[in-house]
């Protein structure tokens, strides 16, 4: 069994940066894809960013958001920055090995205005 843990959220004003990262129990270079997901209140879970054999982003956060991973600490991260109020979610982390999923607990990220 995975366990990802997010960490890194909280409240942000507009205009600010935060730093997510996601730990997984296990080594990373197993995964086949990994990436970020949000969810604000109402709404569906969306994929903000994710790796697989290239790196893809939202349109919503292109050019404010990079995913990145370290194999050797066995985390990934999102840096986020220039945040507006419309990015407060829960931010979930999500890692993919074969056709199996697994998803972290989430982050609260809120910016405020």
């Known amino acids: 069994q995975v366990q990802l843990v997010e960490s890194g959220g909280g409240l942000a004003q507009a205009g600010g940066s935060l730093r997510l990262s996601c730990a997984a129990s296990?080594?990373?270079?197993?995964?086949?894809?990994m990436g970020w997901y949000r969810q604000a209140p109402g709404k569906q879970r969306e994929s903000v960013a994710a790796?697989?054999?290239?790196?893809n982003y939202a349109d919503s956060v292109k050019g404010r958001f990079t995913i990145s991973r370290d194999i050797a600490k066995n985390t990934m991260y999102l840096q986020m920055n220039s945040l507006k109020p419309e990015d407060t979610a829960v931010y979930y982390c999500?890692?993919?090995?074969?056709?199996?999923?697994?998803w972290g607990q989430g982050t609260q990220v809120t910016v405020s205005s």
């Open positions: 790796i697989t054999s290239s790196i």
């Open positions: 296990r080594s990373i270079f197993s995964f086949n894809a």
């Open positions: 999500n890692a993919e090995a074969g056709r199996v999923h697994y």
